[in-house]
């Protein structure tokens, strides 16, 4: 996959992977499909593995030629020594883990920097449904309330607190709308939440 393809197809993948240096090893947490592992290999000359709890998505994973394991995030990543990868990515899916703390302080150890993502609560359509007294849906937010795989609902500010108490250190926070950044009220018109962090 080429930077056009994914640029039409994931934007916000495609801002993200100007984080990530060339030839760098990278770990990709909750792969999916494995877009952002092809495109890192293909035009970026990254080397590194998916990992994914998805039956359905391994094989799409292998098709693409993304070296994927499959395994519960939850488990932990004791399989990986420490500083094992340049980047640990956990795109849109540190929300439906149950122990964000220890997934953070895992990635925070195996990545020398890593990159989250995650739907942000506070994206104004998702205020103004709390406002009409419903659960949002959203592009960033798609599932109803009674068949969401998502567990947390996060804010930029909750991530910053999170962050602070887990002792990372903020590199970067960007929020997202439809792949773009938003620099005026981002807490309010970002959809997505993307932060770039190490460990202090």
Same mark, same amino acid.
């Given at each position: ?18 984080? =990530? ?22 035009? !970026? ?5 998916? &990992? ?7 094989? &799409? #994973?292998?098709?693409?030629?993304? %070296? &994927?394991? +499959? +395994?519960?995030?939850?488990?932990? @990543?004791?399989? *990986? ?28 150890? &195996? ?9 942000? *609560? ?7 449904? @709390? @406002? ?7 592009? %960033?937010?798609?599932?109803?309330? *009674? ?5 947390? #609902?996060?804010?930029? /500010?909750? *991530? ?10 903020? @590199?970067? #926070? =960007?929020?997202?709308?439809?792949? !773009?950044? =938003? ?10 939440? =993307?932060?770039?962090?190490? /460990?202090?």
């Amino acid at each position: 996959m080429n930077f056009r393809e994914l640029i039409t197809f994931r934007p916000d993948l495609a801002f993200i992977a100007h984080w =990530v240096s060339p030839a760098s090893q990278v770990l990709d947490l909750g792969c999916g499909d494995g877009v952002m592992l092809d495109y890192l290999q293909t035009d !970026k000359q990254c080397l590194g593995y998916g &990992v994914e709890i998805d039956d359905n998505k391994i094989p &799409v #994973c292998i098709n693409r030629g993304v %070296s &994927v394991i +499959q +395994q519960d995030l939850e488990t932990g @990543l004791a399989m *990986f020594a420490d500083d094992a990868f340049d980047t640990v990515l956990c795109l849109s899916a540190l929300q439906m883990m149950k122990n964000v703390e220890g997934v953070l302080r895992d990635i925070a150890r &195996v990545g020398r920097e890593a990159i989250v993502s995650f739907p942000n *609560f506070a994206y104004w359509p998702h205020r103004f449904a @709390l @406002l009409r007294g419903r659960m949002p849906v959203s592009k %960033s937010l798609p599932y109803e309330w *009674f068949d969401t795989p998502n567990l947390r #609902c996060a804010t930029i /500010k909750d *991530f910053e607190e999170l962050a602070n108490r887990v002792g990372l250190e903020v @590199l970067e #926070c =960007v929020a997202l709308q439809d792949g !773009k950044p =938003v620099s005026f009220l981002p807490n309010w018109r970002g959809s997505l939440a =993307v932060f770039r962090f190490r /460990k202090r």
